[in-house]
């Protein structure tokens, strides 16, 4: 997994409620496509018309937007379905960070599994992270669209140089900077797990019918 | 100190390490795959880990396979090769997969409970989100994503942070024609599709008490649309008698020492929760959305929302956004909206009181000549139990097409799908914009609910429809 550090990029505002991984990675894009080539189907409901050419309004579409690693979403965004294909399709368009007031909780999970950082902030503060974009977008604005996410200081700082601190567990935190891969690190606690089996085998042998 | 809820029982049971931060290694006491997550046994095979715990893993056929009636392999072309694939690892490792035309084969949620896989008290994970429905029997159960999938076949673990824990009690008594379903929409029409992100959900009251297991797993499959990962029902008797004689469930000495068991297994009489909900549910009716989430949900006697209704200019947007997809207008009675598909079936509702009575209401009825009705039992032992009941026969009488057991048109990957601008009632839980077909418009209903809107032609009140004939 490749680590995250910081991260200075564009940043496009998704404003709407409860967007769901349906949405993100249709299902049968996912059967038919590999992982690595999912990204140009992110979002495919909304992001083509019906003859298959570009919708100019999806946000990404926006010029200012277009190329955004960085996605400011509303409350519960990612909820639905277990697919780590949302995860991959918006890697696979470049996004590398998701900020929002709350997420689907799987999709929160999968992104820790794939270096893509998810930041919970609490809604007015995502909502004026939007507005600030938003009004670098304008003509006569003299910033850009951007946000510079720093994870070992727990910072992202806004295009007017506001920097508002977010919250994320250690575990995971530690688990991004250095891009460790979970199954190796938790592999090197067979003792423990094997430890831990053996007394739920004596305690509750009614589950393991196999042995 | 306070006493401890049905969900820290289990989940302190399953702790291996403390990682600190809220954050556990736990143990995994059972596993459930299915065909579309089968690339789970190609990356250990590809990384080179091994399946640590083969007897711990239970895997089905479902998302991916055609429901056709007289299916072969032949027929699950072109995604054959990957059924295949995941046939031999799961033989290679010795994982007890339920193969097609095999009792036990099913959904996968289908499954665990019907097979005794799924017992209180265990922590169970599938790569899918709906794996909260096992919750139903007692359980802590989650759906994870493809790379927690690899987790767990490696290791029988994961880590995990300790959600937060909701209860929702549901009091009174559901009136005729009112569902375990329509109890849970109308939750999700009350507090919102976000309304229990972050929790637990542990549901409770008398008419979870008076409910049977079945209608208990609808109501946990639910969670997922409510935000919460996890639902879960404590075990009591009415569970342990489901349970009995099952496949895989305990037998002899060892079902009584677990039974024994099983019964500590309920919150303690002064167990804190984080957030609780009340529910009357005297006054739910029957329940039918309207929009693109679950949340737009209304009683079936109600008119569409109108967005000029609400203050929230955010809700606004996305209720108008709900209409121009799903093609209605604001205003109308909901009940005058003409169908093209219905589709009884799911996870959520294709067990055998759900065919029960989708097949009472269907009973010497016709279908509406516009329309496609579907029935995909959820298993197929429940074909075989359907078929032997009589049921396919009510069904097909009444013009209703009885298929092979599988996903189907839930979430339409399998071939099973209706075309864009075709407005479907379904038993599933997901109305997302294209679930059932690019394009495709989905109203979610209970089975009676959906059967009526299959005779009548369009959305209708199953109440109705009890009382006289139309
Ligand atoms: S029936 Fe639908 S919701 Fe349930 S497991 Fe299958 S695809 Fe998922």
Known sequence: ?211 | MPGQTLFDKIWDRHVIADLGDGYALLHISRHLMHDGGGRGLQAIKDAGYRVRNPDLTFATFDHVISTEPGRTHETLKPYAARLYHMRDEARRWGIKLFDLGQPGQGIVHVMGPEQGVTLPGTLLVCGDSHTCTHGGMGAIAFGVGATEVIHVLATQSLVQPKPKRMRVTFDGKRAPGVTPKDMILHLIGQIGAAGGTGYAVEYAGSAIRDMEVEGRLTVCNLSIELGAKIGMVAPDDVTFKFLEGRPYAPKGALWNQAVADWRTLASDPDAVFDAEVRVDVNKIVPQITWGTSPEHVIPVTDRIPDPAATTDPDKQKAWQAALDYMGLKAGTPIQETRVDWVFIGSCTNSRMSDLRDAAQIARGRKVAGHVRAWVVPGSENIKRMAEAEGLDRVFLDAGFEWREPGCSMCLAVNGDTIAPGERSVSTSNRNFVGRQGPGGRTHLASPAMAAAAAIAGHIADVRALDRRSI
């Open chain 1, 1 to 211: 997994m490749e680590a995250f550090t910081v991260l200075d990029a564009k940043a496009a505002p998704l404003m709407r409620q409860n967007v769901n991984t349906d949405i993100i990675i249709p299902i049968h894009r996912l059967r038919d496509v590999a992982q690595a080539d999912l990204g140009p189907y992110a979002f495919e409901p909304w992001r083509y018309l019906p003859d298959g050419s570009e919708n100019p309004e999806f946000f990404l579409h926006q010029p200012a937007y277009r190329g955004a690693e960085i996605v400011v979403a509303d409350n519960n965004f990612a909820c639905g379905s277990s697919r780590e294909g949302a995860v991959w399709a918006m890697m696979g368009m470049g996004v590398r960070c998701v900020i929002a007031p709350s997420f689907g909780p799987i999709f929160f999970n999968n992104c820790f599994q794939n270096g893509v950082l998810p930041i919970q902030l609490p809604r007015a503060d995502v909502l004026a992270i939007a507005d600030e974009l938003e009004a670098a977008t304008r003509p006569g604005s003299n910033s850009e669209p951007r946000l510079s996410i720093d994870l070992h200081n727990r910072t992202v700082t806004t295009p007017s140089g506001r920097k508002i601190e977010f919250q994320i567990d250690g575990i995971r935190r530690d688990a991004l900077l250095k891009g460790l891969n979970e199954v190796a690190l938790t592999l090197t606690r067979e003792n423990e797990i094997a430890a831990h089996q053996a007394k739920a085998r004596a305690a509750t042998p009614w589950l393991y019918p196999a042995s």
